[in-house]
């Protein structure tokens, strides 16, 4: 990653920062939240944009929503359609594997690990064919097991032979709004740290061998991003110009490319995202 980019794991922002934000179709849904559909189908689009070509539903919330539990209740329902759409159909004798990234040490990384826990995981009980079969791991970190999640993910997947696996990680967003309150599915796959500069081995369908749902709530926002849009957004409202290239040259100089900030809050709105994940898959699995 060029360290003066603007980072962000978000598809519908990668669109709109590179001008294609038309190419997302919206529609608002009950409780105000928005959803968004990006297809990256070519290869040209793909490189424009900045992302691995598939499917991209996202979920934008408003601020309250976690203070309802039909808001939430629907919410759910609207990631396990999307879940369920995006695979097809699944032979339920045939277990699907949940893999939680991250690190569950640090609160904003901890989004894989606290989904996983709330997952109904049914593999080791004799199938009657009427539920899908689950079963559900946590990888760790490079940092602490010195080995890369995806080297975990397609070992275990080859021993598990699973029809499908989802993926579930933190994600960096370029937008405050965004923190906490929306849901990215994608067909895409995923690359664990790479919002935060980490750019390591990507786990997608060519890694694991199924088919591969990657789902993603924003819970980081980096220090340089959220400089550069509010010294951008400041601009535009006083009618001043800036010189884009010399602003991030210039907050690369000041070491902050590498800095990650997280709301006061993140522990609350970590388990509230993760609780909406697991309730969703546990709603597309448990049918």
């Known amino acids: 990653m060029n360290s003066t980019e603007i980072v962000t794991d978000m598809a519908v922002e990668a669109a709109e920062a590179a001008g294609l934000g038309e190419l997302s179709k919206q529609t608002t849904m009950s409780y105000g939240i928005v959803q968004r ?5 070519s290869l040209e689009l793909s490189k424009r944009i900045g992302r691995e070509r598939g499917v991209y539903v996202t979920y934008d919330c408003p601020r309250n929503i976690y203070d309802s539990e039909s808001a939430l209740k629907t919410l759910s329902g609207y990631v396990s359609s999307t879940v369920a759409g995006l695979l097809g159909t699944l032979r339920k004798s045939v277990p699907v594997l949940v893999i ?14 606290r989904t996983v826990e709330g997952v109904e ?10 539920r899908q079969c689950v079963c559900a791991m946590t990888t760790g970190v ?17 021993k598990v032979k699973p029809c499908a696996v989802i993926l579930i990680d933190s994600l960096a967003t370029s937008s405050v709004s965004r923190v906490g309150t929306s849901f990215q599915i994608s067909t895409s ?11 390591k081995q990507r786990i997608d369908k060519s890694v694991l061998g199924v088919p591969t749902v990657a789902i993603g709530v924003p819970l ?4 340089r991003t959220a400089i550069y849009n509010f010294v951008k957004d400041y601009s535009e409202q006083t009618g001043g110009e800036i010189d884009e290239y010399r602003l991030r040259a210039s907050m690369v100089d000041k070491n902050l490319s590498n800095l990650v900030v997280a709301p ?8 509230a995202s993760a609780g909406v994940i697991a309730s969703a898959l546990n709603r597309t699995f448990g049918r």
Not at 121 to 130: C, M
Not at 189 to 199: K, R
Not at 264 to 271: A, H, N, R, S, T
């Open 189 to 199: 796959g995923i690359s664990p740290g790479a919002g935060v500069g980490q750019d």
């Open 264 to 271: 006061k809050e993140i522990d609350y709105l970590v388990e």
């Open 37 to 41: 559909c990006l297809n990256v189908k």
């Open 121 to 130: 995981v049914t593999k080791q009980y004799l199938q009657s064919y009427s």
């Open 220 to 223: 980081m926002l980096s220090m």
């Open 100 to 113: 939680g990234l991250g690190n569950g040490g640090i609160i904003a990384d901890a989004l894989g690990v």
């Open 142 to 158: 490079l940092g602490t097991t010195g080995i890369q999640s995806a080297d975990i993910a397609s070992a275990v997947t080859e």
